[in-house]
């Protein structure tokens, strides 16, 4: 990044977890960014004030009668997609939550805009389409989740590499058993012993399912077979991920768990500043690391989610869509903990119809979401 110049950032979901902290980074970071755009969902108070704070070009919001003075007032998907063609972004943060994220990233790919990547649906539901237009644009998708930041920054040449180590804390529910979990109130899925995350993502780690998306969006990312791809239970958080290579050496990225540091990586790629950190790093602290195999058997919902990644396809759809549905049962109280993924299971039975392009993964996606509603009831 030229010291003397801006770089021109979005961020879409500036009201979520990501996005607010994405905002504290370019806070601490000055006069190094200047913000295009900021986009927010039902949060139109907190928009409002951010907009104000950071004076955007344009701000987009799902509230038609929402209007922040003296920027440009978008809304919707339409907004999301006229912000990721605007080629006065040099980067947008792609930090929506669901499958509203990825026609917008492709929109930016397909303006040659680089894109910094908290989006899981994005690659989870089309990850073979995005990533080959991303080589064809010459766009540089940067991860921003703590565990593919790690990865990123452990490589240099992927093809030296033999296998990436995804590490996982574990959850709430590590040290529990089955039958505890099984009986788990939504307050205690949503107690999260490392990160402080979105309800969604946090009932995910619960589960592990979050791990196999990961999984997922590795494969596509680093274009590595799920076969070397391994997941372990790490239940401090400090190695976030590793990679090791041919001649058996092994390279990790380690620090305390905090979400500021991938996301500043991210943004300012391949820069490094001085940023958001509450101290310095100490091994004697930490004192210990202790490392373990996932029990596949407690948490189903990794090996499902990886499964359905090496059948890929359609596959993947189906199992993003079928399982944020029964999440969304058990966060209102319909089901329990342990239900999500028996309801994702049964509907990963039904026949899964091949996908070529993004509308056959939209219409896919819609009619998994419906079955799975109407499964549940």
């Known amino acids: 990044m030229d010291i003397n110049k801006k770089r021109k950032i979005s961020i879409l979901g500036s009201t979520g977890s990501i ?7 370019i806070e601490k970071l000055g006069d190094r960014f200047e913000i295009i755009a ?7 108070e907190l928009l409002k004030q951010q907009a104000q704070k950071f004076k955007p070009k344009y701000v987009c919001s799902n509230d038609k009668d929402f209007k922040a003075d003296g920027v440009i007032t978008l809304y919707g998907q339409d907004g999301l997609e006229q912000i990721c063609s605007d080629k006065e972004n040099d ?6 939550s669901g499958k509203i994220g990825l026609k917008p990233t492709l929109t930016a790919i397909e303006h040659g805009i680089d894109i910094a990547l908290a989006n899981k649906e994005t690659l989870v539901m089309a990850g073979d389409i995005v990533m080959q237009k991303a080589k064809e644009n010459g766009v540089n998708i940067i991860p921003v989740d703590s565990e593919h930041c790690a990865i990123h920054q452990c490589i240099k040449n992927i093809n030296d590499v033999d296998k990436l180590i995804i590490t996982a804390s574990g959850g709430p529910f590590l040290r529990k058993t089955t039958d505890d979990m099984k009986k788990a109130t939504v307050e205690q899925a949503l107690c999260h012993p490392r990160w402080n995350m979105g309800k969604k993502i946090t009932v995910d780690s619960a589960t592990l399912m979050n791990k196999g998306l990961e999984v997922i ?6 274009n590595m077979d799920y076969d070397d791809i391994e997941v372990v239970v790490h239940p401090q958080s400090i190695v976030h991920s590793a990679v090791e290579y041919k001649d058996g050496s092994v390279v990790a990225q380690i620090g305390l768990p905090s979400m500021h540091i991938p996301i500043q990586y991210a943004i300012c790629y391949p820069d490094r500043y001085e940023g958001i950190k509450s101290k310095s790093f100490s091994f004697s602290e930490i004192a210990r690391l202790d490392f373990e195999k996932p029990d596949y058997e407690k948490f189903p919902s990794l090996k ?3 499964n359905a990644g090496k059948k890929g396809n359609g596959a993947t759809v189906v199992m993003n869509a079928a399982n944020e549905e029964s999440v ?7 089901i329990r903990l342990y239900e999500i993924y028996e309801y994702t299971q049964k509907i990963m039975n039904y026949d899964i119809p091949k996908v070529s392009n993004i509308d056959d993964i939209f219409s896919l996606d819609n009619e998994i979401r419906i079955k799975t509603r109407e499964l549940i009831k």
């Open 304 to 306: 499902l989610a990886i």
């Open 328 to 334: 969304f049962a058990f966060l209102n109280g319909k």
């Open 217 to 222: 969006e590795a494969h596509h990312l680093f």
């Open 19 to 25: 996005g607010t902290q994405a905002l504290e980074v």
């Open 91 to 96: 980067i947008i943060l792609v930090a929506v």
């Open 38 to 44: 900021l986009t927010g969902g039902s949060n139109t």
